[in-house]
């Protein structure tokens, strides 16, 4: 059974840093597409960020794009989101999720396993 789980998440102040972890157990997923999406309680979940099983290619939400990085280590079986320059509205829970497909997608419905979320505040 695949398991997604998320470490990293915390309080930081408006302009700096933090890396998100998210761990894969259960087989490896060195050839699945994974993802980071965030969410604010009454609104969608929005996607963050995405990369191919080998970490060759990314996409990016445009809310974030030029501020966070998204990165694997298959040796690990983890994925990391690096996000910088932060901001208040940044504030989320926010989710890996994995696809049983090598396809980056900014459609939430289509991945199959999801974890259960880290909280990232972003204090002004």
């Known amino acids: 059974q695949v398991r997604l789980a998320e470490s990293g998440g915390g309080l930081v102040q408006a302009g700096g840093s933090l890396r998100l972890s998210c761990e894969v157990s259960?087989?490896?997923?060195?050839?699945?597409?994974m993802a980071w999406f965030r969410q604010v309680p009454g609104k969608v979940r929005e996607f963050v960020a995405g990369?191919?099983?080998?970490?060759?290619?990314?996409q990016y939400g445009d809310s974030v794009k030029g501020r966070v990085t998204i990165s694997r280590d298959n040796a690990k079986n983890t994925m990391y989101l690096q996000m910088s320059s932060l901001k208040p509205e940044d504030t989320a829970i926010y989710y890996c999720?994995?696809?049983?497909?090598?396809?980056?997608?900014?459609?939430?419905?289509?991945?199959?396993?999801w974890g259960r979320g880290t909280q990232v505040t972003v204090a002004s």
């Open positions: 999720a994995g696809r049983n497909y090598n396809g980056v997608t900014q459609n939430r419905s289509v991945y199959d396993y």
């Open positions: 259960g087989r490896a997923f060195s050839g699945n597409a």
């Open positions: 990369i191919t099983g080998s970490g060759g290619w990314t």
